[in-house]
């Protein structure tokens, strides 16, 4: 029979599990998106690289910190993903970013979130040192 602690850091470790495993899966998808056909870098605009640092850069960027520390990285993406729909979208574009597209990508951050939120609330420890 497992302790209270023992089924919580299971919880947490099939959590964090498949945040990794689904922020591998968006980071795939959005490689193939960016190198999957040729493009003329002379021809992006310096507002569409301000929205390229935001995502795909800044969403990847979280996840890559999120395997080491779970809430922090997710916080680097989830902001990304707000500077991407807010600066680049609404003060750049002037217009709002259409479709959920973004948001899917996103998904592996909330589940980090909630990884390292679980982590310091039900287990008790920062994310890091439960491992």
């Known amino acids: 029979m497992k302790s209270s ?3 919580r850091y299971e919880v947490f470790k099939y959590l ?3 945040a990794r495993i689904s922020s591998l899966v968006s980071i795939a998808v959005l490689l193939m998106f ?8 002379s021809k992006v605009t310096p507002a569409q ?5 935001f995502f795909p850069v800044g969403l990847v ?3 890559a910190v999120s395997w080491r520390w779970d809430a922090i ?3 680097i993406s989830i902001l990304s993903i ?3 729909y807010l600066i680049y979208g609404l003060l750049i574009s002037g217009r709002f970013p259409s479709g959920y597209g973004f948001i899917v990508f996103a998904i592996p951050a909330f589940l980090f ?19």
């Open 5 to 7: 602690i023992g089924k």
């Open 49 to 53: 690289w301000i929205g390229f640092l």
């Open 34 to 41: 960016v190198f999957g056909e040729e493009f003329d870098v």
């Open 82 to 84: 707000l500077g991407f």
């Open 61 to 63: 960027l979280g996840f």
């Open 73 to 75: 990285g997710a916080a």
């Open 16 to 18: 964090r599990l498949i």
């Open 113 to 131: 979130l909630a990884s390292g939120l679980y982590a310091y609330y039900a287990i008790g420890k920062y994310s890091e040192s439960v491992q």
